[in-house]
Every structure is written in C-alpha cells, then in structure tokens.
C-alpha cells in the first residue's frame, strides 16, 4: 500500500512520486485540492485508482458549495480555494466529482494500521473512530480533520496521516526513543508541504518516497 500526503492540486507532482514507489495501491489521506493547479485531475484520478480519505480542504469546499455555514466565510478561499473552484471548471462531470468527495470516509483501519488526515485526539482511544455518538455530534469529524497534536503511542497500532506539513519539511516519525527511527516509531506525518515536496510511504515497509513540487 502507497499512502500519499497532502496532494493539494500537484497532480504531475503525484504521477512522478507514484512512479517512484512499488506498484501496489494508493491512499490518500487528504487534502488532494487547493494551491495547486490540478486539483480536478487529483480527485478523477482517485475516482478510479486506490482509496482517498477526506481532508479539511475537502470538508471546507464542500461546506462553501452547500452555501456556508460550518466555517467563518471566506475561509476556504483565504486557504486555495480559488485554485480549486478554477481547475473544476463548469460541467456535467463536476456532479460526479462532488459525489464522490462527500463519499469520502474519515479514517481507514486495517490490523495494525489506522490512518487519519490529522493525528487522533490523545483523549481518544483507536475504538472510539467507530462511535456513533462522536460522529453525529460532530466532534470525530472536527478532530480527525483539523487536530494539531502530535501523536500519542497506541498499543499495537501505527498512525499515519497529514495535515501537519505546515510544521516539517520531510517525513516526521514520532518514537519514544530518542532516536527516531522509522523501525521503532508509532506514527508518521506524511505531510511535507512547508518543504515543497509531495511525501509518500510503502506499507508495511514504512520506506519514505519524496518528490519535488513540479506543477
């Protein structure tokens, strides 16, 4: 499995990073639109290849094509928003595209691998992402999309995710040694935006795949 960082709209940028990696699924964590300029191509090529999960970039543009209301207004285009609404254009496939992020799930677990757009709450544990009563009051939806805690080990369960990126430059794994070592660490961000590099990593190999921003 590839898991993919933060795209934001560098679609030849993902194409050159995949190309680098073993040919086996890709997994978005989120936040495939906004900034760049090819956000359309981002979502069309996650519509037919390998798994995508929803970002807060994702959440935001929904929310400003439903007429508002979940965020303060404007917020989304203070956050690339323009970039997207451009690169979607006007026509009858834009339907389809939206369908499918709001059929975007909010995490993904498999055996000893749950992977979020953002960390999970430390006040969390791994079984409450199952919770009816968080999803519906809203609060699994906020924290998996906007949480800005480091990580806190979980027994058993290595954590990926995004979101983060405004914070490293390359792939940040988390470890209670001192050393941190991809082998040794509970979790791993993946979002290397302050760096200009999209970020992926092979699972269960935890090998860091880096390509340079090309759009």
């Given at each position: ?158 954590q990926v ?14 470890s ?40």
């Amino acid at each position: 499995m590839n898991l993919i960082g933060d795209i934001h709209g560098n679609y030849q940028t993902l194409l050159a990073l995949l190309k680098q990696m073993p040919d086996e699924e890709p997994v978005s964590v989120g936040d495939m639109i906004d900034r760049g300029p090819r956000s359309r191509k981002v979502l069309e090529f996650f519509m037919t290849h390998g798994r995508a999960l929803l970002g807060n970039h994702e959440h935001m543009m929904l929310d400003h094509l439903n007429g508002g209301g979940d965020y303060e207004r404007g917020l989304w285009f203070m956050n690339g928003g323009n970039a997207t609404l451009a690169s979607l254009g006007q026509n009858s496939s834009m339907d389809s595209l939206i369908q499918f992020v709001k059929g975007l799930p909010l995490w993904i677990r498999m055996d000893d691998l749950v992977v979020t757009h953002a960390p999970i709450q430390r006040r969390w544990e791994v079984e409450d992402l199952s919770s009816t009563e968080l999803l519906e009051q809203n609060h699994l939806e906020r924290g998996l999309l906007w949480n800005r805690e480091d990580p806190v080990p979980r027994q058993g369960v290595f954590q990926v995710f995004g979101h983060n990126g405004y914070r490293y430059r390359t792939v940040r794994f988390f470890s209670r040694h001192l050393l941190k070592r991809p082998e040794t660490s509970f979790a791993a961000c993946i979002d290397t935006n302050l760096g200009r590099v999209l970020s992926g990593m092979h699972w269960p190999s935890r090998k860091v795949f880096v390509q340079e921003y090309l759009d």
